[in-house]
């Protein structure tokens, strides 16, 4: 009987589809420290710790290529000035701490966003970072920093514009697939699954054009508290889904 079961449950295992590309929107952090008494910055440090699990498990256990992270928006600016400033300061001290280790794991790890006005001297961290990983073959963790979808797309629009102007490319060149190249994105595929904590049904401005056809899951688990039973539950719902693509 034993056997049975086991056999049940591998076979459950491998009909399960696995999403190749998952994007998280990691909202809560400051929610989670408010509601145990701490400083904003504590929710912060543990959404650091958060997400070093979350990839760790989805490289090591789950064989994700793809993980794309909201870690900063254009519109976060907006924030109080200290936050802001500690935030930077905590995505440059969580790299140097913990590089040596992702590389050592084979993860590849790059930086979107617009890097141009980001403090100095964190653009050259992220660039070292990357050109440090961008030989591994383990998951691709891809943080949006600084990133705005509807400022990738401004972008992308004007660039094809200039094309056409100086005539490199005709009108009619001007395709869907075009476009994609052009986006920050270019070389990533579009996400099977958008994961967003913390109980919010938007998607703030975040990877638009790449989520045309993307999975939604919400989950009023704050991000500090997502784990990976979370994460194997958004993964259970998706497979229950009949993707479509706009059909």
Known sequence: MKDLLQKSKDTESERRVMPAHIAIIMDGNRRW?????????FGHKEGVQALKKITRYANDYLGIKYLTVYAFSTENWNRKKDE??????LVQEALQKEIDEMHKENVRIRFIGFFDELPLPLPKVLHDAMERTKNNTGINLNVALNYGSRAEITDAVKEITKKVTENEIKIDDITPELISKTLLTKDIPDPDLLIRTG??????????????????????????????????KAIDEFNKRQRRFGV
């Open 84 to 89: 802001v400033d500690f935030l930077m300061f």
């Open 33 to 41: 420290a408010k509601n145990k008494n701490l400083p904003t910055m």
């Open 199 to 232: 109980g919010e049904m938007r998607i703030s401005n975040y990877l638009l054009w790449q989520c045309a056809y993307t999975e939604f899951y919400s989950t009023d688990t704050l991000w500090p508290a997502f784990d990976s039973n979370e994460l194997e």
